[in-house]
Each structure stands twice: as C-alpha cells, then as structure tokens.
C-alpha cells in the first residue's frame, strides 16, 4: 500500500524558507520520479516541482522557478522541497506524490499534505 507522509510546513514570513520532507513507502521509490504539488483553497491541486527517478533532472513551474528545489534521497525513500524567498502567494497545502504512480492508476493514494502559510 502507497504511504506518503508530508512535513516541514508551517508559517512564516514574506521572504522566509521552508524545507518540505515526504516519507514514502509502499512502491520502489528508487523506480519512480517523483513530485511537489500545492493546493490552494477552492482549487485544483497543481504540479509545482518534479524530479527523475535518479534525481539528475527535475522541472519546475514558473512561479517558482529560482526559489523552489526539489531533491531525493533514494537510501532513504524520501524526497525534499527546498522553499526560499516565500511568497504571501505560495500559501497552499503542499503534497508529494508519484507521477507516474498517478497515471496507473488515478486513485492511487496521497497523504495528508503540509501546511505552508507566508504571512507578514
């Protein structure tokens, strides 16, 4: 059974950062490329960050292209978003999942998301 388990979220200033963690377990991580997305409320969860399955290529959305880094830890199962230079706009629910887990099968599960709030 896929199990992703978010943190690191939290409120924080204008111009702060944030590092996000997932714990994942349930599928070979070391197969998969993995990804961030965000929630905003009232809205459709969107793909902020992805990365490879060997970590050596990710991709990112405009908005936060610059300020974001996505990261892996293949020993560990777990992958990583580096947040600085916060926006009061990149307020959200965040949440990691598999694309390609996704695209098997569109009910695959997903965790409980984290928390991030930019507030002055």
């Known amino acids: 059974q896929v199990q992703l388990v978010e943190s690191g979220g939290g409120m924080v200033q204008p111009g702060g950062s944030l590092r996000l963690s997932c714990a994942t377990s349930?599928?070979?991580?070391?197969?998969?490329?993995m990804a961030w997305y965000r929630q905003f409320p009232g809205k459709e969860r969107e793909l902020v960050a992805q990365?490879?399955?060997?970590?050596?290529?990710?991709r990112y959305v405009e908005s936060v292209k610059g300020r974001f880094t996505i990261s892996r830890d293949n020993a560990k199962n777990m992958v990583f978003l580096q947040m600085n230079s916060l926006k009061l706009e990149d307020t959200a629910v965040y949440y990691c999942?598999?694309?390609?887990?996704?695209?098997?099968?569109?009910?695959?599960?997903w965790g409980q998301g984290t928390q991030v709030t930019v507030s002055s």
């Open positions: 990365i490879t399955d060997s970590g050596q290529y990710t």
């Open positions: 999942n598999a694309p390609g887990l996704l695209v098997q099968n569109p009910n695959s599960p």
């Open positions: 349930g599928f070979v991580f070391i197969n998969n490329g």
